[in-house]
T-cell receptor, first 110, second 114 residues
Framework: EDQVTQSPEALRLQEGESSSLNCSYT??????LFWYRQDPGKGPEFLFT???AGEEKEKERLKATLTKKESFLHITAPKPEDSATYLC???????????FGAGTRLTVKP | NAGVTQTPKFQVLKTGQSMTLQCAQD?????MSWYRQDPGMGLRLIHY???????DQGEVPNGYNVSRSTTEDFPLRLLSAAPSQTSVYFC?????????????FGSGTRLTVV
């Protein structure tokens, strides 16, 4: 069965303190790995799709990377507005389900 | 563009009542889906549709029905509400299944069953 595990569950950073969020996955044939951002009381907002090991995507202070077993979301010099829950999801080639992890709740203090 | 619109935003039901959660999108997306989100758990797929007239079950379909008569609308029906269905429900859409641009989510319906 496809599984996604995100760590840590919660992360508190000072403004400017860079760090990484981890997404470990097990899937029978990866179609794509997705990162989303979710603010309190809102729906997830799409950030990145990664398809193959070694691929990287960047957006402002965020960079997502992918290996055969995990993905990292690197946050460089974060700002308070980066505070949110970050969700990882995988999609297998042979099924319609996008399997989500439980998320990492990031808090960036000024 | 309104994107994905969900109504209502909040709802309280009594055990055994039925209701319909509405979802509409104006992006001409073929793929639509319903998820539920519970504390400490990832989003779980309830039902999905790859186009008008076509629906299928996801991971947690029991107690829910869907239909897709138009491209724009994908309502979720709770047949006989139970406390275990207390959750936040999200509707999502994309141009196609597995679209590279990810899913567009609505803002959610927070449902409490007492």
């Amino acid at each position: 069965e496809d599984q996604v595990t995100q760590s840590p569950e919660a992360l508190r950073l000072q403004e400017g303190e860079s760090s990484s969020l981890n997404c470990s996955y097990t899937v029978s044939g990866l179609r794509g790995l997705f990162w989303y951002r979710q603010d309190p009381g809102k729906g997830p907002e799409f950030l990145f799709t990664l398809y193959s090991a070694g691929e990287e995507k960047e957006k402002e202070r965020l960079k997502a990377t992918l290996t055969k077993k995990e993905s990292f979301l690197h946050i460089t010099a974060p700002k308070p507005e980066d505070s949110a829950t970050y969700l990882c999801a995988v999609q297998a080639r042979n099924n319609n389900d996008m399997r989500f992890g439980a998320g990492t709740r990031l808090t960036v203090k000024p | 563009n309104a994107g994905v619109t969900q109504t209502p935003k909040f709802q309280v039901l009594k055990t055994g009542q039925s209701m319909t959660l509405q979802c509409a999108q104006d992006m001409n997306h073929e793929y639509m889906s319903w998820y539920r989100q519970d504390p400490g758990m990832g989003l779980r797929l309830i039902h999905y549709s790859v186009g008008a007239g076509i629906t299928d079950q996801g991971e947690v379909p029991n107690g829910y029905n869907v239909s897709r008569s138009t491209t724009e609308d994908f309502p979720l029906r709770l047949l006989s509400a139970a406390p275990s269905q207390t959750s936040v429900y999200f509707c999502a859409s994309s141009y196609s299944w597995g679209g590279a641009g990810g899913y567009t989510f609505g803002s959610g319906t927070r449902l409490t069953v007492v």
